[in-house]
């Protein structure tokens, strides 16, 4: 759980991982979690459904039933527990089981209402899209949201302006955005609705959310904050504190990544804030709209448990923290390659550091991100979260504690083939750094609006006749999901190379793309 301070914290001389510790409230931390938190309402509630004797002539069609190829494969346990919405004693009804869920994971958020959502912090962000038409005309918008942010513009029909987010040129990934930034362009931007900003980063970098903050509300705005990565902030000492704890007036909470939950779910938090009154009609609404009818009971329950085991496992969080930091420990102790978060620093817009995150250079050690990650899936069986050209990121959730010592070998087992091909620098090529390092292109000049570029007629191009065109999709290099190309902006040729290098790379994939190579685009007529 959360307080909601005021306090601004600094980086420290040492690690960012550690530079935003949160303090813990009495009441209900996660070393004294308050008596209802040490339950799982809707949980134990869909368990208790499962155990009894049912003749299931409703959907799911496969009425967990002996003969069904899922209960033949999963076993029994997930189709028993797999029941539609709607009843009687778990959501259907005064004070239900799920109500009551809802509450514990507001209380654990420190929000004013929290929303489960089964189709990941992705529905959030379009909610959250959806609803700012009602405070204004434009929306003021880190460069570096998620895709899923430009498919709620797409939905809403905003005007957006874009503030640029500070640019690693050596690792080549986004950051994030300061204050400063917010300011000037709320400066220039009279009917602005609100603020949407990224924190943590997905290498991450967690921006200075109250400062930003502030100056939203000092402009008379709310503050939305694409928590996806943060889920786990602020139910330990050693992790940041969460976004609306910081002043954010409506956070999205990607649950499954960090946090626990199953993949697919997610949370959206409502501060008790200037502007509760106004976006809580307004997100519930917008909430049924997107909201599946079907919303899946496993999903749902996974919720409530990662909130129980969050606010009452702050133990196994440390030692998940504990464990991070030994890979860390490690990779300099032993040389090769660097630490990313080691240069965070160098930015303004960073002011902590995700620890359960572990960004690591690789081409510090003479290979690519791209061909470490392969060569870790198909080599050591080792799975890691995302990778560029010149990083690899792993992740640690939040209560689990992985075999550090294995990854650290398998890591440093790893060839070096970039020390004799190209780690001299050779490569000239527009859009490459040192050693062919692929550079996070420029965005091109926007010329429609989000809707308008995406409901226009359109045609398929030939990628090369695509450049100087506007662009109809959002493109997105994925893993991150940052859109590179926006719908209604002009496609760029550094781009369109920087896509389609992205698509050539192990595991590489970009979201939005007509073909797996990205050579047709798709361009307002």
């Known amino acids: ?21 949160t303090s813990l409230p009495a009441v209900a931390s996660p070393s004294r979690p308050g008596v209802g938190q040490l339950g799982a309402p809707y949980a134990e509630a869909v368990l208790g459904h499962a155990g009894r004797d049912w003749l299931r002539l409703n959907v799911p069609g496969h009425a967990a039933g002996p003969g069904s190829d899922l209960t033949g494969f999963f076993g029994p346990r997930i189709t028993a527990l797999d029941f539609p919405p709607l009843l009687d004693g778990i959501d259907l009804g005064p004070d239900t089981p799920l109500d009551r869920a809802l509450a514990l994971a507001a209380e654990a958020w420190g929000a004013r209402r929290t929303w489960f959502l089964t189709n990941g912090a992705s529905q959030g962000n379009q909610i959250a899209s959806m609803v700012a038409p009602a405070l204004g005309r434009t929306l003021v918008v880190q460069r570096s949201v998620h895709s899923s942010v430009i498919d709620g513009l797409v939905l ?3 005007d957006a302006v874009f503030v640029q987010p500070s640019v690693d040129p050596e ?20 009917n602005a609705a609100a603020v949407y900003i990224v924190s943590p980063s997905y290498f991450g970098a967690v921006a200075d959310v109250r400062a930003i903050a502030d100056t939203a509300h000092a402009a008379g705005v709310p503050l939305i904050v694409d928590e996806a990565w943060g889920s786990h902030f602020g139910f330990h000492p050693g992790l940041p504190a ?20 199953l993949t697919q779910s997610a949370m959206l938090h409502l501060a008790e804030g200037p502007f509760a009154n106004l976006l809580e009609p307004l997100v519930d609404r917008a909430f049924r709209l997107v909201q599946s009818t079907s919303a899946s009971a496993l999903l749902t329950a996974s919720l409530d448990l990662a909130r129980r085991s969050l606010v009452t ?16 420990d490690a990779v300099r102790a032993l040389g090769r390659f660097t630490v990313v978060s080691d240069g965070f620093r160098a930015f303004p817009d960073i002011v902590g550091a995700d620890p359960l995150r572990i960004a690591i250079d690789t081409r510090a050690g003479g290979i690519t991100g ?156």
């Not at 204050?179 to 000037?184: F, H």
């Not at 609306?244 to 990607?254: C, F, H, P, Q």
């Not at 060839?415 to 091109?444: C, F, I, K």
């Not at 002009?490 to 920087?498: D, G, K, Q, S």
């Open 1 to 21: 759980m959360n307080t909601r301070t005021t306090d601004r914290r600094t980086p420290s001389p040492t690690p960012l991982s550690t530079s935003l510790s």
């Open 156 to 158: 809403s029909g905003m």
């Open 171 to 190: 690792q080549g990934i986004a950051h994030g955005v300061t204050a400063a930034d917010v300011a000037a362009a709320l400066e220039r931007t009279p």
């Open 242 to 261: 969460n976004a609306l704890s910081s002043g954010a007036d409506l956070a999205t909470s990607s649950t499954h990544k960090l946090a626990g939950s």
């Open 313 to 328: 496992g702050a133990d196994a969080t440390g030692s998940s923290v504990e464990a991070a930091d030994r890979v860390r």
């Open 370 to 525: 791209h061909e470490a990650r392969r060569r870790l899936f198909r080599d050591h069986q080792i799975m890691v979260e995302v990778a560029t050209d010149a990083a690899i990121v792993a992740v640690i959730g939040a209560g689990s504690v992985p075999d550090t010592d294995r990854f650290v070998e398998a890591l440093h087992t790893l060839p070096s083939p970039l020390t004799t091909d190209s780690a001299a620098g050779t490569d000239s090529a527009a859009g490459t750094g040192a050693g062919g390092m692929l550079r996070l292109p420029a965005p091109g000049a926007t010329k429609l609006t989000a809707r308008e570029a995406f409901l226009s007629p359109a045609l398929v191009v030939d990628a090369e006749d695509a450049v100087g065109r506007i662009s109809a999709d959002t493109l997105a290099a994925y893993p991150p999901g940052i859109p590179n190309v926006l719908p209604g902006e002009v496609i760029t040729a550094e781009a369109v190379r920087f896509l389609q290098r992205t698509a050539a790379a192990p595991n590489g994939h970009v979201r939005g793309a007509l073909d797996l190579g990205v050579t047709r685009l798709r361009v307002v007529a």
